[in-house]
């Protein structure tokens, strides 16, 4: 009971909002997301309704599959004619219902019946109006787009309801997972290359001091006792890299969030737990007795190895790592940047192939 209360919290707001938009400004659809694949994936049941449903009615592995089977049957005739999508406001009893559509809102009917607090159905009504909406402004939208077809869209889809039915059995928080979620699916990708040195890069603190600097600064800096100092600074460099690993316990998902998150902290340097590992990149910069004009075109090269590590983890999809920290890294770490030898940074490298 209380699990049901709290859903029914959660979305009654959001339920509100949703019936007061149609009456506000016909004309505009307020979709977030990416549009065509919202309307693919939501137009039948939308993914809070689902959420809703998973929340209450706590379906086996086994009937949620079959409810999602049911929503990519409906994403299918809306691709060969997004005017189907008017038949999915057919929320009453499906009895004299026939065509493709009549097993699909026969399930749908059955859990809408099922919900005596009428919002998994007013979830979908609203939804439906909103989605109307931007139907109609855009006219032809899919245009043949052979990655509405791509099959592995279905398979992220139910993977990602999938992983939501966990976040809910454990009653973790569900609202601010869902946006993720949501955000991810819905994320028009783009082709990044490079991808394994990128995040070698992110590995070796590369969003704070990258990797060439780095070995160059070291090289240009004479110490009496540079072992001990180049440690000193390895350790601070990388100390945010040996929390994030903490993070690889939780889903790819959150551990991208925490990632990517941790890169907009460097981009704006904001004082905090990452300060320290700044202030042994100025001292680094001190001794290496950078100019002004080098030390302008360093930072300028610093930000746009963050930018495009940023880019690289908000365009990653799931992979085998994204944090990847072990002491042994970092005294491999140490030993090239003293020794400057391929065969070192080789050996580093190496930590990166699996």
């Known amino acids: 009971m209380l699990?049901?209360?709290?859903f029914k919290n959660l979305f009654t707001l959001k339920l509100h909002d949703n019936l007061e938009a149609p009456n506000k400004n016909i004309s505009k659809c307020d979709i977030k997301y990416?549009?065509?694949?919202v309307i693919l994936y939501e137009s039948f049941i939308p993914l809070d309704a689902l959420v809703f449903e998973i929340g209450t009615s706590?379906?086996?592995k086994r009937e949620l599959n079959h409810i999602i089977d049911a929503i990519i049957e409906s994403k299918k005739l809306v691709l060969k004619d997004v005017s189907n999508i008017k038949n999915f406001f057919n929320l009453e009893n499906?009895?004299?219902y026939s065509g493709p559509l009549k097993a699909p809102i026969a399930l749908r009917f059955g859990l809408i019946q099922k919900d005596k607090s009428f919002i998994f159905k007013e979830l979908i009504r609203s939804n439906l109006f909103s989605i109307s909406r931007c139907v109609r402004e855009r006219v032809g939208i899919f245009h043949k787009n052979e990655i509405f077809f791509d099959p592995r869209r279905d398979k992220e889809y139910r993977s990602m309801v999938l992983r939501?039915?966990?976040v809910i059995s454990e009653n973790l928080e569900v609202n601010e997972i869902l946006e993720k979620e949501k955000t991810e699916f819905y994320r028009k990708f783009q082709k990044i290359t490079r991808v394994k040195k990128s995040k070698i890069s992110l590995n070796l603190g590369g969003s704070i001091l990258n990797l060439k600097d780095m070995s160059e600064f070291v090289y240009k800096i004479d110490l009496k006792d540079k072992s001990k100092v180049v440690r000193e600074w390895v350790d601070a460099l990388m100390a945010p890299i040996e929390d994030l690993q903490q993070i690889n316990i939780k889903s790819f998902i959150e551990q991208k969030f925490s990632v990517i998150e941790f890169l907009k902290e460097c981009l704006d340097r904001k004082t905090g737990a990452y300060e320290s590992s700044f202030e042994a990149r100025d001292l680094i910069i001190k001794l290496a007795k950078l100019s002004e004009k080098e030390k302008s075109r360093f930072l300028s090269r610093q930000r746009t190895e963050t930018k495009k590590l940023l880019k690289m983890a908000e365009n990653l999809k799931i992979e085998q790592w994204i944090i990847k920290y072990s002491k042994q890294i970092k005294e491999d770490y140490v030993a090239f940047l003293l020794s400057s030898q391929e065969k070192d940074?080789?050996?580093?490298m190496s930590h990166f192939d699996k």
Do not use: F, G, V, Y
């Open 3 to 6: 699990i049901k209360h709290l």
């Open 34 to 37: 990416d549009l065509p694949t």
């Open 345 to 348: 940074k080789q050996n580093l």
């Open 94 to 96: 499906p009895e004299n």
């Open 58 to 60: 706590r379906p086996s």
């Open 164 to 166: 939501i039915r966990d």
